[in-house]
C-alpha cells in the first residue's frame, strides 16, 4: 500500500505492528458516552474542560509568591517588629522627662533651647513634627505628662486609662534614668574639656607673662 | 440499514441536521479503529478509553466545526492524535521512564519470554520508547493503513516529512525490537 512497505528492511517492524492483537472498545462504551453526553451541560463541559487541562505556569510562581508575603507579613507585622526608626522615635517621644517636655513647649513656640540640642544629639533623629501630631491626635499627653503608647497585642485601654497609666509608671523611669545618665555623662565630658581648656590657657598666659617679665 | 451503508461524509452531514442517529452509527464505526491507535500510542487501556470517549464528545460537541472537504476519518484522526499527543505528554511529566530494556534485560533470554503476551508487552513497550512524532505516523501508516496522504493531513505536515518519520520511527523500533525481530 504504502511506498516504504516495499522496502525489505522494514518489513519485520510493519509485520510485528500488524500482527498485534487488536484492541477493543469495552463493551459498554456506548453506553457510558451516551450517559457522558447526556450529562452534558454548558457548565458542564467547562469544568471537565478546565479540570483536565494542566495548571499553567505562573500557577506555581504566583503560589510562591503568596506564601513569601503571607510568612513575611506573620513575621514582621503581626510579630511586632519594626524598623529602627520607628522604634528611635519611641524612644525619644515616649519618657516623661520634664526638661524634654519643657523643651517641646519651647519648640512649639518657636524657640531653640540648648537643652532640647543636647537631647537630639543623643538620639540621633530629631524631634519632629511628625511625632507632635502623633502625640496630639493619639492624645498621649495627658497635662504635662507623656504616655507612651501601648505595645502591639496590648488589650485597649479602658475608660479609666488604667493601662496607661500603670505602663507610665514603670517603662518611662527606666528609660529616663538612662537618659539622665547620658546627659551625666556628657555633661562630665564637657566639664573636663573646659577644665583642660582653662589650664591651657592659664598655662599660655603664664608663659607669656614670663616672656614679658624675661624681656 | 441505508444510514449503515452511507459514507462517513454523509452521516456527518445527516448528523450535522440534528440526527443523532448518524452520530451513533459513526461510533460504532470508528470506535474500535480508534481505540486500537489511541491505545497503541497511550499505551494504558483506561486512558484510551477516556480519550476515545473525549474524542466522540468533541465530534458531538464541535460537530459544525467540520467542514465535507476533509476526508471525516482523518479529521477524526487528527482529534484522536491530539488528545493522545496531550494525555501521552501528561503521563511522561508525572510518570518515570521505564523502558523496553527492563522487560527484554530482565535476565531471561528472549526465546523464553517470547510467549504472546511478553511479545505484545515489548512491543507496546517499545512504541512507547519512541519519540511521540514518529510513534504516530508508525501507527497510523503501520496499524491503521492510512496512505501517507492522509496522515500528512491528519497530522498536519507535508508528504515528504510523513515519509522520513516513518522511516526514523522505524528504525527505531527495529533497534529496539532487535531481539524479537532476530528470533
Given at each position: 500500500?504504502?511506498?516504504?512497505?516495499?522496502?525489505?528492511?522494514?518489513?519485520p517492524?510493519k509485520?510485528?505492528?500488524?500482527?498485534?492483537?487488536e484492541?477493543?472498545?469495552?463493551?459498554?462504551?456506548?453506553?457510558?458516552?451516551?450517559r457522558?453526553?447526556n450529562?452534558?451541560?454548558?457548565w458542564?463541559?467547562?469544568?471537565?474542560?478546565?479540570l483536565r487541562?494542566?495548571l499553567?505556569?505562573?500557577?506555581?510562581?504566583?503560589i510562591?509568591?503568596?506564601?513569601?508575603?503571607?510568612?513575611?507579613?506573620?513575621?514582621?507585622?503581626?510579630?511586632?517588629?519594626q524598623?529602627?526608626?520607628l522604634?528611635?522615635?519611641?524612644?525619644?517621644?515616649s519618657?516623661?522627662q520634664?526638661?524634654?517636655?519643657?523643651?517641646?513647649k519651647?519648640?512649639?513656640?518657636?524657640?531653640?533651647?540648648?537643652?532640647?540640642?543636647k537631647?537630639?544629639?543623643?538620639?540621633?533623629?530629631?524631634?519632629?513634627?511628625?511625632?507632635?501630631?502623633?502625640?496630639?491626635?493619639?492624645?498621649?499627653r495627658?497635662?504635662?505628662?507623656?504616655?507612651p503608647?501601648?505595645?502591639?497585642?496590648?488589650?485597649?485601654?479602658t475608660?479609666?486609662?488604667?493601662?496607661?497609666?500603670a505602663?507610665?509608671a514603670?517603662?518611662?523611669?527606666?528609660?529616663?534614668?538612662?537618659?539622665?545618665d547620658?546627659?551625666?555623662?556628657?555633661?562630665?565630658?564637657?566639664?573636663?574639656?573646659?577644665?583642660?581648656?582653662?589650664?591651657?590657657?592659664?598655662?599660655?598666659?603664664?608663659?607669656?607673662?614670663q616672656?614679658?617679665?624675661?624681656e | 440499514?441505508?444510514?449503515?451503508?452511507?459514507?462517513?461524509?454523509?452521516?456527518?452531514?445527516?448528523?450535522?441536521?440534528?440526527?443523532?442517529?448518524a452520530?451513533?452509527?459513526l461510533?460504532?464505526?470508528?470506535?474500535d479503529r480508534l481505540?486500537?491507535?489511541?491505545?497503541?500510542?497511550?499505551?494504558?487501556?483506561?486512558?484510551?478509553?477516556?480519550?476515545?470517549?473525549?474524542?466522540?464528545?468533541?465530534l458531538?460537541?464541535k460537530?459544525e466545526?467540520?467542514?465535507?472537504?476533509?476526508?471525516?476519518?482523518?479529521?477524526?484522526?487528527?482529534i484522536?492524535?491530539?488528545l493522545?499527543?496531550?494525555?501521552?505528554?501528561?503521563?511522561?511529566?508525572?510518570?518515570?521512564?521505564?523502558?523496553?530494556?527492563?522487560l527484554?534485560?530482565?535476565?531471561?533470554?528472549?526465546?523464553?519470554?517470547?510467549?504472546?503476551?511478553i511479545?505484545?508487552?515489548?512491543?507496546?513497550?517499545?512504541?512507547?520508547?519512541?519519540?511521540?512524532k514518529?510513534?504516530?505516523?508508525?501507527?497510523?501508516?503501520?496499524?491503521q493503513?492510512?496512505?501517507?496522504?492522509?496522515?500528512?493531513?491528519?497530522?498536519?505536515?507535508?508528504?515528504?516529512?510523513?515519509?522520513?518519520?516513518?522511516?526514523?520511527?522505524?528504525?527505531?523500533?527495529?533497534?529496539?525490537?532487535?531481539?524479537?525481530?532476530?528470533?
Amino acid at each position: 500500500m504504502n511506498d516504504a512497505s516495499k522496502n525489505p528492511e522494514d518489513s519485520p517492524v510493519k509485520n510485528l505492528l500488524k500482527n498485534l492483537p487488536e484492541i477493543k472498545a469495552s463493551p459498554d462504551f456506548e453506553e457510558k458516552l451516551s450517559r457522558r453526553i447526556n450529562t452534558l451541560g454548558k457548565w458542564g463541559h467547562l469544568g471537565t474542560r478546565l479540570l483536565r487541562r494542566p495548571l499553567p505556569v505562573f500557577a506555581y510562581s504566583l503560589i510562591a509568591v503568596a506564601a513569601v508575603g503571607m510568612i513575611s507579613y506573620y513575621i514582621f507585622i503581626r510579630s511586632g517588629i519594626q524598623p529602627a526608626d520607628l522604634k528611635q522615635d519611641k524612644l525619644q517621644y515616649s519618657p516623661a522627662q520634664p526638661a524634654n517636655s519643657a523643651t517641646r513647649k519651647e519648640e512649639e513656640k518657636g524657640a531653640v533651647v540648648e537643652e532640647g540640642k543636647k537631647v537630639s544629639r543623643e538620639a540621633p533623629s530629631s524631634l519632629s513634627l511628625g511625632k507632635e501630631e502623633r502625640s496630639d491626635k493619639g492624645k498621649l499627653r495627658m497635662g504635662d505628662k507623656d504616655i507612651p503608647p501601648a505595645p502591639f497585642g496590648a488589650p485597649k485601654t479602658t475608660a479609666g486609662g488604667e493601662y496607661r497609666s500603670a505602663v507610665s509608671a514603670a517603662a518611662p523611669q527606666a528609660q529616663l534614668k538612662s537618659l539622665r545618665d547620658s546627659l551625666a555623662v556628657i555633661d562630665s565630658l564637657r566639664l573636663d574639656s573646659l577644665q583642660r581648656a582653662q589650664k591651657q590657657l592659664k598655662m599660655k598666659e603664664q608663659k607669656a607673662g614670663q616672656r614679658k617679665h624675661a624681656e | 440499514m441505508q444510514k449503515s451503508a452511507a459514507s462517513d461524509e454523509d452521516l456527518m452531514a445527516e448528523f450535522q441536521k440534528g440526527n443523532s442517529d448518524a452520530f451513533n452509527i459513526l461510533v460504532g464505526r470508528y470506535k474500535d479503529r480508534l481505540m486500537n491507535f489511541v491505545f497503541r500510542y497511550v499505551g494504558d487501556y483506561n486512558d484510551a478509553d477516556d480519550i476515545l470517549q473525549e474524542t466522540f464528545i468533541r465530534l458531538y460537541v464541535k460537530k459544525e466545526a467540520y467542514a465535507p472537504v476533509a476526508k471525516f476519518s482523518t479529521w477524526l484522526y487528527t482529534i484522536a492524535a491530539n488528545l493522545a499527543k496531550t494525555r501521552a505528554l501528561r503521563r511522561r511529566l508525572w510518570e518515570s521512564k521505564k523502558g523496553v530494556s527492563e522487560l527484554a534485560e530482565s535476565g531471561k533470554p528472549a526465546d523464553i519470554q517470547a510467549d504472546d503476551a511478553i511479545r505484545h508487552e515489548i512491543i507496546q513497550r517499545a512504541l512507547n520508547r519512541i519519540p511521540a512524532k514518529y510513534r504516530e505516523v508508525v501507527l497510523l501508516c503501520d496499524i491503521q493503513e492510512l496512505t501517507y496522504e492522509e496522515v500528512a493531513e491528519a497530522i498536519g505536515i507535508n508528504i515528504g516529512t510523513v515519509k522520513s518519520r516513518l522511516n526514523r520511527g522505524r528504525s527505531k523500533l527495529k533497534e529496539l525490537l532487535k531481539d524479537i525481530i532476530d528470533e
